[in-house]
T-cell receptor, first 112, second 111 residues
């Protein structure tokens, strides 16, 4: 049983396209996150979301938008993809801001 | 500006050779410091949370310690399966609980 699962694992697409990455957690956690890991391996928070509040990292372009149909899902929509969006995107969840988060396996996005 | 710096960038050890990884941080009020392990092609795996200076946590061959300026991850008698990238992250007071991550230390344990 995968705790945090995201699909697809690999995504290759052309510039200008719109794409989505799906994330589901079966841990019953209240908070979910999207992270971007660049080529230098730095992890940067993009969004954190629970059933009360969406917190957006102000550096994230508005082409990126999270969509949460329910507590167990947080999908990431990306419009008008650019070359610089190429990276690994991780979904994560936690039940407390003072405990560690559980991460998905990542989605490697390549924009060509 | 809140910042996390990990050193060294990479560390190669022989099996059984103990060593330490460093995570230095500057934040305006520390809520917590987190250690994660990341294997190639996978997401980070949570190891420890430390909240206050002097605190220590242990798990198998790993021991994490915390001071007011840095944290160490001590690895005792490592095995090849301990090879991974170890990531440190801090949570600052008033940060909306966001984590600030270091770039990681890539640890390679040779048999």
């Amino acid at each position: 049983d995968t705790a945090v699962s995201q699909t697809p694992k690999y995504l290759v697409t052309q510039m200008g396209n719109d794409k989505s990455i799906k994330c589901e957690q079966n841990l019953g956690h209240d908070t979910m996150y999207w992270y971007k890991q660049d080529s230098k391996k730095f992890l940067k928070i993009m969004f954190s979301y629970n059933n009360k509040e969406l917190i957006i990292n102000e550096t994230v372009p508005n082409r990126f938008s999270p969509k949460s149909p329910d507590k167990a899902h947080l999908n990431l929509h990306i419009n008008s993809l650019e070359l610089g969006d190429s990276a690994v995107y991780f979904c994560a969840s936690s039940d407390s801001d003072r405990r560690g988060a559980f991460f998905g396996q990542g989605t490697r996005l390549t924009v060509v | 500006e809140d910042q996390v710096t990990q050193s060294p960038e990479a560390l190669r050890l022989q099996e059984g050779e103990s060593s330490s990884l460093n995570c230095s941080y500057t934040v305006s009020g520390l809520r917590g410091l987190f250690w994660y392990r990341q294997d190639p092609g996978k997401g980070p795996e949570f190891l420890f949370t430390l909240y206050s200076a002097g605190e220590e946590k242990e798990k198998e061959r790993l021991k994490a310690t915390l001071t007011k300026k840095e944290s160490f991850l001590h690895i005792t008698a490592p095995k090849p399966e301990d090879s991974a990238t170890y990531l440190c992250a801090v949570q600052a007071a008033g940060s909306n609980y966001q984590l600030i991550w270091g770039a990681g230390t890539k640890l390679i344990i040779k048999p």
